[in-house]
C-alpha cells in the first residue's frame, strides 16, 4: 500500500518485531495494563503493544493513515484507534474514560516537550511513560544534576518520578532514516520529589533555567520582583549557595526553594 511519509507529522517507522517487542517490554505492559499510545504511525508498536496489553487507546493526527492501520491491526478487538491531534484533547475527560494507564509514544522532536509536561502537568491516571526520541533529547531527559544535558525538562520530570534510558535505537532501524539515533526512555511516575505545591515547584525550575547564564540569584530576583537581599536569604535559606546556577540544582533543592516561595507568599 502506497503512503507518502510527511515531515512535518516528523514520520519515521519501524518495523523490526524483535525491537518493537523489546519497546513493548520496556514500557511494563502485561494483560492487565491500559495503554495510551501517541502517534501510532504505520501501526507496527501498536500491534506489539497489543498483543501484550488488555487495551491499547492509539491517537494518530495522520488521517491518511487509516487504511494502512486497518491492514496493521485486523483482528486486534482490544485497539482502538483515534484520528485526531492528541494535544487537543481534553485531559479530564480522556482520563475519565481510561482509567489507570501507561503511555507509550514515538515522538518527533518537535512535540516532545509539549507531549511530556502534559502528562507531567495535567494527568491523574497517568503511572508512566515510555518514549522513543532523539538521543540527544534522551540523555537530557535522564540527567543528573551538574551535567550538560541537565535542564528545565529534567528537573520537572523529578518532580513525578524517576527516569531511565533503556535503549539505543540506532537511525537504520527506521523508514525513512532520521539524521539521528534514538533512544527509548521510561518515566516511572513515583518516587518522585515531595513538595507542597507543584506549581511552585515548576515555578521555581521555570525561574532558574529562564536565563542559564544568570546566577539563580538573579532570576530568582526578576521572577519574584524582589530585592538582592530577599533573595540571597530565600536561597540561603534553602541552603543554596552563594553564586548558584539552575543546572547545579537537585530536585530536592528546587523543592525546598518552592516551599519557601510559597510559605513567604511570593507563588500561589
Known sequence: MEFRFKKKYGQNFLTDE???????????????????EIGAGAGALTRALARRARRVVAYEIDAELKPILAQTLAGLENVEVVFRDFMRED????????????????????ITTPVLMRFCEEAK???????????????????????????????????????????????TMFIPRPNVD??????????????????????AVRLAFSS????????????ASIERGAAREILSAAGVPEGARGETLSPAAFAK???????RGLVQ
Open 257 to 263: 526553594i518552592a516551599d519557601i516561595l510559597l510559605e
Open 91 to 110: 485531559m479530564a475527560r480522556l482520563e475519565k474514560e481510561l482509567g489507570e494507564y501507561r503511555v507509550v509514544a514515538n515522538l518527533p522532536y518537535y
Open 212 to 223: 542559564r547564564r544568570k546566577t539563580l540569584e538573579n532570576n530568582l530576583m526578576n521572577a
Open 182 to 203: 534514538s533512544a527509548v526512555v521510561r518515566v516511572d511516575f513515583e518516587g518522585g520529589v515531595a513538595v507542597k505545591s507543584e506549581k511552585a515547584y515548576r515555578f
Open 18 to 36: 524483535n525491537l518493537l517487542d523489546a519497546i513493548a517490554r520496556d514500557a511494563g505492559v502485561d494483560e492487565t495494563a491500559t495503554v495510551l
Open 125 to 171: 491516571g497517568c503511572r508512566g511513560l515510555t518514549v522513543m526520541v532523539q538521543e540527544e533529547v534522551a540523555r537530557r531527559l535522564c540527567a543528573r544534576e551538574n551535567t550538560p544535558d541537565y535542564g528545565a525538562i529534567t528537573a520537572a520530570l523529578s518532580l513525578k518520578g524517576t527516569a531511565r534510558m533503556t535503549r539505543t535505537v540506532p537511525r
